[in-house]
């Protein structure tokens, strides 16, 4: 089961390796997202898939939704509203956001990789404070028809407040976007070693035990309000965010 296993990744890696793995990054996300794609999936309905993943030392959730009624165009736009998600002022699909900061990445993509950029959000996961998440983001677009957001926790970028409270995301983490059968396909694949209730490694522990003991209700009902809002609020029209999203 893997409980006690000591974890190979470290909750926080450079931003130089952070660059240096997203394309073999978005490839991981990518290979979860073919057996999901290769079934059929009922539109705008939410699925999810809990898997253990022993390079990280935790589980992953594969959330998944395929929205109808959309534009291809609508591909490219969204996964610019996930890279820019930092510098809204709220994520209609997710409430919880409560604020966050990004900053210029100075190193040039190459191969797929069309962005990086560094920066943080601030959530509340119901706790006595609210967590944050510092990361290096990656907008890869391998295909027409497909873009990836890796997200990786990493050691660096803009200020944070005094006393913020991290949480971190492992490998493999972030979103795929794909179009397939006239539908937008939104896949979550969250890897968190927990929320940093306890210190170093105990809290991966919790976490761990709560998960495998499936008391993790509260965690797959996050996920599955992500989901169907993100459905309603694309079904609504034509979705606004603020600040505008680049093209």
């Not at 979860?32 to 898939?49: G, H, V």
Request: glycine share 6%; hydrophobic share 40%.
């Amino acid at each position: 089961m893997g409980l006690i296993e000591a974890a190979k990744q470290a909750n926080e890696i450079t931003v130089e390796q952070a660059v240096a793995e997203a394309e073999a990054s978005a490839e991981r996300l990518l290979s979860m997202t073919r057996a999901i794609n290769a079934r059929q999936c009922q539109p705008d309905t939410w699925s999810c898939r809990r898997q253990w993943c022993a390079d990280a030392g935790t589980y992953v959730y594969h959330s998944h939704i395929a929205v109808s009624g959309q534009d291809r165009e609508r591909l490219h736009w969204l996964s610019n509203v996930f890279f820019h998600a930092a510098s809204l002022h709220c994520q209609p699909w997710y409430p919880q956001f409560k604020g966050g900061k990004r900053q210029v990445l100075a190193s040039p993509p190459v191969g797929q990789v069309v962005d990086h950029q560094l920066c943080w959000g601030r959530f509340d996961l119901g706790l006595p404070s609210p967590r944050y998440y510092r990361q290096l983001l990656s907008l890869l677009r391998p295909a027409d028809d497909a873009a990836v957001i890796v997200a990786r926790s990493v050691d660096q970028g803009p200020a944070l407040p005094p006393k913020a409270k991290l949480a971190y995301t492992l490998s493999p983490n972030g979103e795929v976007l794909l179009w397939r059968d006239d539908q937008l396909h939104w896949h979550h694949i969250c890897c968190t070693p927990g929320a940093g209730i306890l210190n170093g490694s105990a809290d991966r522990w919790l976490i761990n035990a709560l998960r495998w003991l499936r008391l993790d209700q509260s965690e797959r009902r996050t996920y599955r309000r992500e989901a169907e809002q993100l459905r309603d609020w694309l079904h609504a029209g034509q979705p606004s965010v603020s600040p505008a999203i680049p093209a």
